[in-house]
């Protein structure tokens, strides 16, 4: 991936992208409240995100290149840890960039600066494919509204729009400590807290739009010896838009959650990609409960009045934080080209 040769910028309006046949464009919609986020009281356990000081401390000495851990150069508060967010993304926006030939602008909900800006036209009329993250802790009251839900359905109406659903990780949701405990020691990251629940604004969103699926837990998944991600369970019978075409796996997060399809429609939601579960580390209530695997990645086909594809996966997928390599670009490059 070629390295961009112009400066960045920042706090200025979005460029619109003009229509042109073959080149898809790709927006993507992080929606939180960034300084409901990097607002939260450190000295609170659960439902926020690390300090930059915490996720050096857990991954030392990973970054402690000045870069990182110079405080007059990069934030060491929980702003700090949302920056590497940013970070993580840039690769698979300049992938992006380079087969289409269309920047990949990254919406805030409600920005560094307070800026606030709904999941409405501005953002939808010179978008193919929207992706929403749903990184949103639900403490932070993060709702779709009437009118963003009926945006999101009109651009649905439009031939070859796709809507990638991304809600994060419920951890925690239970009431009982000692369940939160069992989920912690099942996932084994020391920066998750023993309740961390994401994805306010995508649950109503998906509520709104009739998407029949609810995240849940935060799974470990099963590695190999070279430390990648076990292979997907592929439904390839059902795959008949070859989004997972080329895919053997994902890459490696500690906690995922899983899609549970809230619907008893057959023909509603199609699990593509099924991730099998470390079976070696210890228990968990879903497994407790049977299950060796969880739902990854799910589609939506048109239906009815919606034209476009609805997909849901973790944003993480698209973050080179936890690793890069062909399967997952196959993957990018799927999305892409998907027509």
């Given at each position: 991936?070629s390295?961009?040769?112009?400066?960045?910028?920042?706090?200025?309006?979005?460029?619109p992208?003009?229509?042109?046949?073959?080149?898809r464009?790709?927006?993507?919609?992080?929606?939180?409240?960034?300084?409901?986020?990097?607002?939260?009281?450190?000295?609170?356990?659960?439902?926020?995100?690390?300090?930059?000081?915490?996720?050096?401390?857990?991954?030392?000495?990973?970054?402690?290149?000045?870069?990182?851990?110079?405080p007059?150069?990069?934030?060491?508060?929980?702003?700090?840890?949302?920056?590497?967010?940013?970070?993580?993304?840039?690769?698979?926006?300049?992938?992006?960039?380079?087969?289409?030939?269309?920047?990949?602008?990254?919406?805030?909900?409600?920005?560094?600066?307070?800026?606030?800006?709904?999941?409405?036209?501005?953002?939808?009329?010179?978008?193919?494919?929207?992706?929403?993250?749903?990184?949103?802790?639900?403490?932070?009251?993060?709702?779709?509204?009437?009118?963003?839900?009926?945006?999101?359905?009109?651009?649905?109406?439009?031939?070859?729009?796709?809507?990638?659903?991304?809600?994060?990780?419920?951890?925690g949701?239970?009431?009982?400590?000692?369940?939160?405990?069992?989920?912690?020691?099942?996932?084994?990251?020391?920066?998750?807290?023993?309740?961390?629940?994401?994805?306010?604004?995508?649950?109503?969103?998906?509520?709104?739009?009739?998407?029949?699926?609810?995240?849940?837990y935060?799974?470990?998944?099963?590695?190999?010896?070279?430390?990648?991600?076990a292979?997907?369970?592929?439904?390839?019978?059902?795959?008949?838009?070859?989004?997972?075409?080329?895919?053997?796996?994902?890459?490696?997060?500690?906690?995922?959650p899983?899609?549970?399809?809230?619907?008893?429609d057959?023909?509603?939601?199609?699990?593509?990609?099924?991730q099998?579960?470390?079976?070696?580390?210890?228990?968990?209530?879903?497994?407790?409960?049977?299950n060796?695997?969880?739902?990854?990645?799910?589609?939506?086909?048109?239906r009815?009045?919606?034209?476009?594809?609805?997909?849901?996966?973790?944003?993480?997928?698209?973050?080179?934080?936890?690793?890069?390599?062909?399967?997952?670009?196959?993957?990018?490059?799927?999305?892409?080209?998907?027509?």
């Amino acid at each position: 991936m070629s390295e961009p040769k112009t400066a960045r910028t920042y706090n200025q309006d979005h460029v619109p992208r003009p229509y042109a046949p073959g080149r898809r464009r790709v927006s993507i919609y992080v929606a939180w409240s960034y300084p409901a986020e990097a607002g939260r009281d450190v000295t609170g356990l659960d439902n926020r995100f690390s300090t930059m000081t915490e996720v050096r401390r857990v991954q030392w000495p990973a970054y402690e290149d000045p870069q990182w851990s110079d405080p007059m150069r990069f934030q060491q508060g929980i702003a700090g840890g949302l920056e590497l967010f940013f970070w993580g993304w840039l690769p698979f926006q300049r992938f992006v960039h380079e087969v289409t030939g269309h920047p990949v602008p990254v919406y805030q909900r409600v920005d560094q600066a307070g800026f606030h800006t709904p999941l409405d036209e501005r953002v939808l009329a010179d978008t193919d494919t929207l992706f929403v993250w749903g990184l949103d802790h639900m403490i932070t009251g993060q709702e779709a509204t009437a009118a963003e839900i009926e945006a999101v359905r009109a651009f649905l109406t439009r031939e070859g729009t796709c809507l990638a659903l991304g809600p994060h990780h419920d951890v925690g949701a239970t009431g009982d400590l000692a369940v939160r405990d069992v989920e912690y020691h099942h996932h084994g990251d020391a920066l998750v807290p023993r309740q961390q629940r994401f994805g306010g604004y995508t649950r109503s969103l998906m509520a709104g739009l009739g998407v029949p699926v609810e995240n849940r837990y935060g799974l470990r998944p099963a590695v190999m010896g070279t430390g990648q991600n076990a292979p997907l369970s592929i439904a390839g019978d059902l795959d008949t838009k070859g989004w997972l075409e080329g895919v053997s796996h994902f890459n490696f997060h500690m906690h995922l959650p899983h899609y549970a399809v809230t619907t008893d429609d057959p023909d509603a939601v199609r699990v593509l990609g099924r991730q099998p579960i470390d079976l070696t580390r210890p228990t968990h209530p879903f497994v407790e409960a049977g299950n060796t695997e969880f739902n990854m990645f799910l589609w939506l086909p048109p239906r009815g009045d919606r034209a476009g594809d609805v997909i849901l996966a973790d944003s993480t997928i698209f973050s080179s934080l936890f690793g890069v390599d062909e399967s997952l670009r196959a993957f990018w490059n799927n999305l892409v080209r998907a027509t």
